[in-house]
């Protein structure tokens, strides 16, 4: 087993059991969604909202672990297995980390939950960024375009510029500390207007390669 792979499970494994100690505890609906400003707007039996963010977890390792070899182009993978491996981490550290702030929550404390969220997308986004730079084209893993796709000059410029612009976004993501009533558009506008523009640049990158 690798190292990410071992670590995921240990996060896995915590999440159940914080999870199990937890549970008598809590009321039978717990706030386990709030919206744009931080208030919460949705709730979940406490089964659920204990039990289902480790499930998520659990459900991303398996597609983490398959991806890589399930992939016909798995030796491309391999080309960036390092910053695949460290993504994989880190995603699983967000998952659980929004899963003890819906505990503290849940348990008494109260804050914004958009404002705490913003370094764990921050964080994120970067190491998005990081990987998706340095990633070779492959089925699973990056900006997926039919022109990405169809070229490998094309997924290479597509890469490096959209790996800038999620770190970028990434920086921008830390604004929602200092500014928690705009926190969910500081977070998420910079990756909608990033995932946008690439795909119309590898569109326009294709277009032009095929003219040559």
């Known amino acids: 087993m690798r190292t990410n792979e071992l670590t995921i499970t240990a996060v896995i494994l915590l999440s159940f059991i914080i999870g199990a100690y937890f549970y008598p505890a809590m009321p039978d ?6 919206n744009a400003v931080g208030e919460v707007d949705g709730y979940l039996p406490k089964f659920w909202s204990l039990f289902l963010m480790p499930l998520v977890i659990t459900v991303s390792m398996l597609c983490i672990v398959l991806i890589p070899r399930v992939d016909p182009l798995k030796a491309n993978i391999e080309k960036f297995r390092r910053h695949y491996d460290a993504f994989s981490v880190i995603l699983a550290l967000f998952f659980f ?5 819906t505990i503290l929550w849940n348990v008494g404390m109260k ?8 370094p764990a997308f921050a964080v994120l986004f970067y190491y998005t960024g ?4 340095n990633s070779k084209k492959n089925w699973f893993i990056g900006i ?14 597509t890469h490096k510029l959209g790996g800038k612009l999620f ?3 990434g920086v921008i993501a830390l604004l929602g500390i200092f500014f928690p ?6 977070i998420v506008v910079p ?9 119309i640049y590898s569109y326009l990158e294709y277009n032009k390669e095929t003219r040559r």
């Open 130 to 133: 990081v990987m998706i730079e």
């Open 97 to 101: 980390y929004l899963y003890i702030l």
């Open 144 to 157: 997926r375009t039919p022109w990405t796709l169809s070229s490998e000059k094309v997924w290479n410029k």
């Open 181 to 186: 009533s705009y926190a969910f558009l500081i």
């Open 111 to 118: 804050f914004n939950m958009m404002q705490l969220m913003a």
């Open 167 to 169: 770190k970028a976004a």
């Open 29 to 34: 609906n717990i706030a386990s969604h709030w």
């Open 191 to 199: 990756v909608v207007v990033v995932a946008a523009y690439t795909a």
